[in-house]
Structure formats: C-alpha cells, structure tokens
C-alpha cells in the first residue's frame, strides 16, 4: 500500500475557500455591528453613595435609597442667594393663588389630585418625600408631566433645625438628586418640613440652587379635621398671592382630596387664577 496521500479534488477545495470566506464576512460584520453599537460601559451610572440614616418609622417614610447620576441629566442648578427666611406669599401682581401638596407622592392620593387638576385645568406644586419618590417614580413623572411642579421636602422629613449641617445637606442633596434621576433636572423650591428652617438649613438650601417656600394659608389637613374645615380654610384664607397648603401624602387624605373638589372651582368662579410658584433659572 502506498504512503502517499492523494491531492484533495478541485470540488472540495472550492468549497472550503467558499466556507472561509462566509467565516470571514459574518466575523466581520459582527465586528462592525459592535463597532457601530453603544460599548457596554458607554453611559453606566456611578455606584450609589453610602445610604443616608435610617429615617424614624413613620406611616410615608419608606426604605432608605441613595440615588446616582442619570446619564445626559441636567447639572446641578447654581447656588442662588441665601434667604434669611421661606417666601410665604408670591411676589405677583394681581388675585393669583399657589396650591402646593406636601410630603407625596402617594399612590392612592396623588392619581386623585392630579385628576382633580387636570378636571379643573390647574396648577399644582407637589413638595415631595424623597423616600416616597424613589419608591414611585413613576408619579414623580405623571406630576411634571401634566405640567406641575415638583419640589424638594427633604428625604425623610425631619425638622431640619434640629440636624447638623451635614445630615441637611443629604436630606436635600438626595432628594435634589433623586428628581434630577427621575426628570433630568433638579428642582428649584424646597420646603422644610414643619416650616423649620435655620441659618445652616438655608445656606444648604442656596447652595442647591432652591429657594425656600413657606405657605400663607394653612388648612391643617395633616390633623384630618374634615373636609368642610379644609375647604373652610382655603375659601376663607383665599387672597391674593396666597401659597395654599395641603397634603397629598403621610397618611389618609381622602378627606383634602374630596375638599379640592369643592375649592377649585369656587377659588375659579372668583377670579382667582393657581398658578405655579416662580423658582430660580
């Protein structure tokens, strides 16, 4: 028997120039697909920071979150000039009212204002709970969608006078950065729980680029005295460039849900126009 191995045909040998050369263009194009993709590192956001304190239980204080950067998000606002108190009223001419809601967003309440909102073609500011805008931020965006006005109340509401300088700096600084994750921009008004602002909680607040907003008329819907002293409240309170405060949030608040039904309308049919509080640019 013979050692020596026959030449292969010439069919075969096309056929393999032809499966390398398939090889080769598919190997290619999968190179300039990649190529032409976004790289898996492109626009990851940064690891979140160390959590902020555990907030004490309460019933709109949920878990704890420390959020990034969005990618392609806004920069943070400029500082503005320290305050050396909240605006309670607007600086506006004419009978013009500021309907604002603290500590939302709630996801059984704030569906139901901003229907009343959108029934009645008005504004509202909603200053939110940083917890409960990370645990629904899919209300975060309903809110600035409809063309509200989202708003900085800290991230588990505490009395800001009576924290260090640094623990108010992430109470607003987080909450600031969660609504720049959510909206692609930060937010521009901030409010102290209970109206407790100090020297060092408005530096902190300037420094974030937010002005401090206080409230003219206080319906004390927190307390749930009934909807007819809400409303009571809020009618009797009206006057021209009143900032109006309710709540959407931090417990049951059926009770200023069914009262907006009756105030916007009636606040409407007197001439007074809502309209949203001016933050800086």
């Known amino acids: ?24 263009l598919l190997g290619l194009n999968r190179l300039l697909a990649a190529c032409s993709g976004p790289s898996a590192g492109a626009g990851a956001a940064p690891g979140p920071a160390a959590a902020p304190a555990a907030p004490a239980a309460d019933s709109y204080r949920l878990r704890p979150f420390t959020p990034g950067s969005a990618p392609g998000a806004a920069p943070p606002r400029q500082p503005v000039p320290v305050r050396s108190e909240a605006a309670l009223t607007l600086d506006l001419p004419g009978k013009k ?19 009343l909102l959108r029934k009645h073609k008005v504004p509202g500011t909603f200053f939110v709970i940083g917890e409960n805008a990370h645990s629904h931020p899919d209300l975060v965006r309903a809110i600035a969608d409809e063309g509200h006005l989202v708003a900085n109340h800290s991230w588990s509401h505490p009395q800001l006078d009576t924290l260090s300088t640094k623990r108010v700096r992430r109470e607003l600084g987080d ?5 720049q994750d959510i909206l692609g921009a930060p937010p521009g008004l901030a409010r102290a729980p209970y109206g407790a602002w100090d020297k060092d909680a408005l530096t902190v607040c300037a420094e974030l680029g937010m002005e401090p907003l206080g409230w003219s008329v206080d319906t004390n819907d927190w307390a749930r005295p009934g909807t007819s002293k809400i409303t009571a409240s809020v009618l009797d309170g009206a006057h021209s460039g009143a900032i109006v405060l309710t709540h959407d949030g931090g417990g049951d608040r059926s009770q200023t849900v069914t009262a907006l039904g009756q105030v916007l309308p009636k606040l409407l049919d007197r001439g007074y126009e809502l309209v949203l509080p001016a933050a800086p640019v």
Do not use: N
């Open 1 to 24: 028997m013979s050692s020596e191995v026959s030449a292969p045909s010439a069919v075969p040998r096309r056929v393999l120039l032809g499966a390398t050369a398939c090889v080769s």
């Open 97 to 115: 009212i500021a309907l604002t809601l603290d500590d939302g967003p709630h996801p059984t309440y704030t569906p139901q204002v901003l229907k």
């Open 175 to 179: 909450t600031s950065d969660l609504i």
